[in-house]
């Protein structure tokens, strides 16, 4: 008789599967709660500690830990030592292993769980038989996912399960025990602020695939974390339009980014992950429509990002032009009603948009990856340097500027008022080059406007630029050589200057 060993945290569907193993004359050998719950079902089980003549101990602690258990998986059928020896040793074999394990993921996501809990739910005897078992995938059936009983229960109807579907379900167990040991690790490192390990290892589940990367002719798939995180892509719902693509995911997530700046009612427009027009206001529409005028060609085929509502006459004007995306934390009835007409746009709804996320910023390079922190620091201190003070509403403006600049790709150039942004120069090789981009192609009047630069001023030109341009204020990191050279341009032309300290980069 062949003999199953079955020991699952998540009982979902066991009792049936259970119940055909047995019409199937398979053996069900078990432990502790699901025992119970097979027996209570009028299933007949065998307790593991019949098998191994010893009883669980240390609070459950040790159950499965025995050579009965791991030599009657991990004995090679094909070799005639291994069989004999099981004989001398009077151990029979196990045919099918079906595990999962504590969980352990969603116990470390419980509010104020502590670390005595969190250990106690680190499962020791289910990935020891389970690798057993997939290591031995030739001779042994492994399931570690309820989803895998229907078909392994089909091909035994059909006769046995193949050596290709025993390979499927190993490979799926490593990957499994791989995650789980992954998130064990990450759990502790966490605890004791340890950021940057010798060995790094990560998890992360597949959202789905997409139908293409970056171009057509690259694949791609979406992954998220496996910790909970709010206020990520990861977590928003989909209430109409297509499926997101690669280059979707990627803009939306820069103006999610962008947006979680801001309190005040505010609407974000990116396009290439470069916003093209930010705008703060009375109500979204008031925002949506100063983020709009700062630069109305851009914004087609872009991506907005709202923290507040979409409302009826919100929407209307969305519609007026072609979005890909917009993401908010809800739509009215009404301003659904509005958006869904159109069936190319994709409708995003985040409850948590405003919530950061306090997790590491990877990026791969060629045979390896880069970790840092995330951004989310905005200044060290105001420093005016400059004999001209910023009035309040420059200060106002110069901050609002500063904020849309940290998220800009470098070189980049930001100019604004208090609540909207002017222009936009992104991504230059020579930072006057950004800043006349911003004024060349800006469709507002930059007269009286602020300017925020990413870096420092390398030379004096950028001030004298930003003056011919109309600008009366400026907010850049400082820490250049030739800052004094700077200076004295802004007091030559009357512009307010001030330095924050800290340096927004973005590549």
Same mark, same amino acid.
């Not at 097979?38 to 159950?63: A, Y």
């Not at 597949?206 to 206020?231: C, I, M, W």
């Not at 840092?372 to 400059?386: G, Y």
């Given at each position: 008789?062949?003999?199953?060993l ?5 009982k ?5 599967f ?7 004359d ?5 432990t502790?709660?699901? @025992?119970?719950r ?16 010893f009883?669980e101990?240390?609070?459950g602690r040790?159950?499965? %830990?025995h050579p009965?258990?791991h030599?009657?998986?991990l *004995?090679?059928?094909?070799l005639d030592? /291994?069989?004999?020896q ?8 196990i ?5 999962n394990l504590?969980?352990f ?6 509010e104020?769980?502590e670390?005595?809990e969190?250990?106690e739910?680190?499962?020791?005897g289910g990935p ?10 030739k ?15 089909? =091909?035994l109807e059909?006769g046995?399960v193949? %050596?290709?579907?025993?390979y499927e379900?190993a490979l799926?167990?490593f990957?499994h025990? !791989?995650e #789980?040991?992954? %998130? ?8 004791i602020?340890e ?5 790094m290892?990560? =998890?992360?589940?597949?959202?789905e695939d997409?139908?293409?990367g970056?171009?057509?002719?690259q694949s =791609?798939a979406? #992954? ?9 892509? *990861?977590?928003?719902k989909q209430?109409h339009g297509?499926a997101?693509?690669f ?5 939306a997530?820069?103006? %999610?980014?962008?947006?979680k700046?801001f309190?005040?009612p505010t ?5 290439h992950?470069?916003?093209c027009?930010? +705008?703060?206001?009375i ?7 100063k *983020? ?5 060609q ?5 991506i907005?990002a ?10 209307e004007?969305?519609?007026?032009i072609?979005i890909e995306i917009v993401?908010?934390p !809800?739509? !009215?009835k ?14 995003l709804q985040l409850?948590d948009i405003?919530?950061r996320e ?7 390079v060629s045979g390896?990856?880069?970790v840092?922190?995330?951004? /989310?620091?905005?200044k ?5 340097v400059t004999?001209?003070?910023?009035t309040?509403h ?7 500027a500063w904020?849309?600049?940290k /998220?800009?790709k470098?070189?980049g150039i930001?100019m604004?008022n208090e609540? $909207?942004?002017?222009?936009? +120069?992104?991504? $230059?090789?020579?930072r006057?080059?950004?800043l006349n981009?911003a004024?060349?192609?800006?469709f507002?009047?930059?007269?009286g +406007?602020?300017? @925020?630069?990413d ?10 630029a @930003? ?5 009366k204020?400026?907010i $850049? ?6 800052d $004094? *050279?700077s200076?004295e ?9 001030v330095f924050?300290?800290?340096? /927004?980069?973005?590549h």
């Amino acid at each position: 008789m062949r003999r199953a060993l079955i020991s699952v945290s998540d009982k979902t569907g066991i009792v049936p599967f259970a119940k055909k193993l047995i019409e199937m004359d398979i053996e069900i050998l078990s432990t502790g709660g699901t @025992a119970k719950r097979l027996r209570d079902s009028g299933l007949k089980v065998t307790d593991v500690s019949e098998i191994t003549k010893f009883p669980e101990c240390l609070d459950g602690r040790v159950k499965t %830990l025995h050579p009965v258990i791991h030599g009657g998986i991990l *004995a090679r059928r094909d070799l005639d030592s /291994h069989m004999g020896q099981l004989n001398e040793l009077g151990i029979d074999t196990i045919d099918f292993v079906v595990i999962n394990l504590y969980p352990f993921k969603a116990t470390i996501e419980k509010e104020g769980v502590e670390l005595d809990e969190a250990i106690e739910n680190i499962d020791i005897g289910g990935p020891t038989m389970l690798r057993s078992a997939a290591k031995n995938y030739k001779d042994v059936t492994v399931i570690v996912d309820p989803s895998d009983y229907a078909p392994v229960l089909e =091909a035994l109807e059909e006769g046995d399960v193949s %050596l290709d579907k025993k390979y499927e379900l190993a490979l799926k167990v490593f990957k499994h025990t !791989s995650e #789980y040991d992954t %998130l064990i690790a990450g759990y502790l490192r966490e605890r004791i602020g340890e950021k940057y390990p010798d060995t790094m290892t990560l =998890a992360y589940e597949k959202v789905e695939d997409l139908r293409y990367g970056e171009n057509p002719h690259q694949s =791609a798939a979406f #992954y998220k974390e496996v910790k909970k995180t709010k206020g990520t892509l *990861a977590d928003a719902k989909q209430l109409h339009g297509k499926a997101l693509s690669f280059n979707n995911i990627n803009d939306a997530n820069g103006a %999610l980014e962008l947006l979680k700046e801001f309190t005040a009612p505010t609407v974000v427009a990116v396009k290439h992950t470069n916003p093209c027009g930010v +705008g703060s206001g009375i109500d979204m529409y008031d925002a949506y429509t100063k *983020a709009y005028e700062c630069d109305p060609q851009s914004i087609f085929g872009g991506i907005i990002a709202a923290n507040r509502e979409i409302d009826k006459r919100t929407a209307e004007e969305i519609n007026k032009i072609f979005i890909e995306i917009v993401i908010a934390p !809800s739509f !009215s009835k009404e301003a659904l009603e509005v958006l869904t007409k159109k069936k190319n746009i994709r409708l995003l709804q985040l409850d948590d948009i405003l919530t950061r996320e306090f997790s590491m910023d990877i990026k791969k390079v060629s045979g390896g990856i880069l970790v840092q922190d995330m951004n /989310h620091a905005l200044k060290d201190d105001i420093e005016v340097v400059t004999e001209r003070i910023p009035t309040g509403h420059e200060m106002e403006a110069l901050e609002f500027a500063w904020k849309v600049c940290k /998220h800009i790709k470098s070189n980049g150039i930001v100019m604004a008022n208090e609540d $909207q942004t002017l222009s936009i +120069g992104p991504g $230059q090789v020579s930072r006057i080059w950004a800043l006349n981009n911003a004024v060349r192609n800006s469709f507002m009047d930059l007269t009286g +406007g602020v300017m @925020a630069s990413d870096a420092f001023f390398p030379f004096e030109d950028c001030v004298k630029a @930003a003056a011919e341009a109309g600008i009366k204020a400026i907010i $850049q990191p400082g820490g250049s050589k030739n800052d $004094q *050279a700077s200076i004295e341009m802004a007091n030559k032309y009357g512009i307010a200057m001030v330095f924050t300290g800290m340096r /927004h980069f973005k590549h």
